[in-house]
């Protein structure tokens, strides 16, 4: 897993939402009952910024469309099927700092085989 980057706990309190960069989208890191969790910043419908759009205990809205997700799953809540869920990547706590790493891996072996895997 690659390591994406790190937000100090600090900056997720009172419901924070936190964009960390991630070329070429960004990564929206959370706290959700105190857990840290991270997905994809970009909306999928439009891109907008979903770290600058409302938040209600572990739901997040698109300020652009009001499309609303979980920040936990990823899941779009509402509209229905209207766009697929966000990417979810892996946060972990480790002293005052969340760590987010990217769980998506692709390899080439010799023989130009690809082996993509999202653990």
Known sequence: MKHVGAVPLADL????????PYPPRDVLVALVEGAPTAIEDACNHAGAS????????????????????????????????ACPPQRRFDAVLV????????????ALSHAGAVRVSQE
């Open 13 to 20: 309190a009172n419901d924070g939402l936190v964009r960390l």
């Open 50 to 81: 979903l770290a600058t759009g409302p938040r209600k205990g572990s739901v997040v809205a698109c300020p652009l469309h009001g499309y609303r997700f979980d920040l936990l799953s990823g899941d779009l809540l509402s509209p229905r099927r």
């Open 95 to 106: 002293g005052d700092m969340v760590h987010v790493y990217d769980p998506f891996e692709l």
